[in-house]
């Protein structure tokens, strides 16, 4: 998961879409309605700023080798060289031998303010398991 967060945010930070599009699994590219739009959506919400920093908590795990699909999901508070505080949550398929196409990351939810700028009646984003480029304002995000 260390290694996707490093190559998701060079990727925002390069305006990379198509290094970030090879991120995703070759399932999830095909079932993301608008992928490239969404790309576009995601990059430019960070309006020309770059992530200077990434801090996360261990990521969560739900599966094994064993047990597949493996899934990782990594929550990350980001600063930006603007200042402005930023979250991001990744979801990644590590491993399905299975269905290797499900290999990959399968989601990312952006929320362009901090924990403690969270509205009160912020649902919490989209749920983990979802294929999909989510993000979220303070002027647009699902309530309560």
């Known amino acids: 998961m260390n290694k996707t967060k490093k190559q998701v945010i060079k990727c925002i930070n390069e305006q990379d879409k198509e290094g970030l599009k090879k991120l995703f699994s070759k399932d999830a590219q095909k079932h993301i309605e608008d992928l490239d739009g969404k790309l576009d959506q995601l990059i ?3 309006n ?5 920093s990434a801090k996360g908590l261990g990521p969560n795990f739900k ?6 699909p493996l899934h990782i999901y990594g929550k990350y508070h980001l600063v930006l060289n603007s ?8 979801s ?5 031998d299975e269905e290797s196409d499900k290999e ?4 990312i939810e952006l929320r362009t303010f901090s924990r403690e700028e969270s509205p009160k009646d912020f649902s919490g984003g989209a749920y983990q398991d979802d294929y999909g480029i989510f993000i979220y304002t303070l002027q647009n995000y699902p309530k309560k």
């Open 44 to 46: 430019g919400a960070f």
């Open 48 to 52: 020309g700023n770059k992530i200077e």
């Open 63 to 68: 599966g094994s080798i064993q047990t597949q």
């Open 83 to 90: 200042k402005e505080k930023y979250r991001i949550y990744i």
């Open 92 to 96: 990644l398929c590590d491993k399905n």
């Open 104 to 107: 990959g990351v399968f989601q």
